[in-house]
């Protein structure tokens, strides 16, 4: 929450997406601006959380639409590895957070996944690795429900790059082999820009 805060000009965003494995990421960077708001260097309201889950993992989403209080462990089975926690132990403070700020928690498909790191590359440049790729997706999806209002300002916490989860990804982009020479990139970006 510090360096969100920080980065927008000391002032809070409207809403924040963020991929939950144990829930701990989640809660603290609602407890930084919470902190902020309470030495009084920002003002405004705790921004609306929105959790995001890979569907393979979803202890807290699950929990969430349930309406219950506490996460049922599961047993992962995900391509967002580093998502994959299936007892998370922040998972009743991440739900309290979610209801208490009238945000929510999702979980998306491998495909939904590959598909949102295609998203954030192909539109920002970043390519991330799968836990982005999971907040992306729920980002589209909290978009395509109108839950998000054109006026929001909304903060997607990318946590990781994408050379981490290679394989997750591997079939999903056309790839090139070059050689180790400037000539060669070159040559491949220019047949590429001709192919597209």
Same mark, same amino acid.
């Given at each position: ?16 997406? =963020? ?15 919470? /902190? ?6 920002? /003002? ?40 994959? $926690? ?13 209801? +208490?700020?009238?945000?929510?928690? !999702?979980?998306?498909?491998? !495909? /939904?996944?590959? !598909?949102? $790191? ?19 997706? =729920?980002? +589209? +999806? ?26 997750? =990804? ?23 820009? =001709?192919?597209?």
């Amino acid at each position: 929450g510090y360096e969100i805060a920080e980065q927008l000009g000391w002032e809070l965003p409207d809403r924040v997406v =963020v991929p939950i494995a144990s829930g701990s990421l989640f809660t603290k960077i609602a407890r930084g601006f919470e /902190e902020w708001l309470e030495v009084g260097l920002i /003002e405004g309201e705790l921004p609306i959380m929105n959790g995001a889950q890979a569907e393979g993992c979803s202890p807290v989403a699950r929990a969430f639409a349930d309406d219950k209080p506490v996460c049922r462990p599961v047993r992962p089975d995900t391509i967002a590895k580093s998502l994959a $926690i299936g007892d998370p132990a922040d998972g009743p403070y991440a739900l309290e957070l979610a209801r +208490r700020t009238n945000g929510g928690v !999702d979980a998306v498909s491998d !495909d /939904e996944i590959r !598909d949102g $790191i295609k998203l954030l590359a192909e539109t920002t440049g970043v390519f991330t690795e799968t836990a982005g790729g999971v907040t992306t997706a =729920v980002l +589209r +999806r909290l978009a395509e429900r109108g839950d998000i209002g054109p006026e929001e300002r909304v903060v997607a916490v990318i946590t990781g790059e994408g050379l981490k989860t290679l394989d997750a =990804v591997r079939d999903s982009f056309e790839t090139y082999e070059i050689e180790p020479r400037v000539s060669s990139f070159t040559e491949t970006v220019e047949g590429s820009r =001709v192919a597209a």
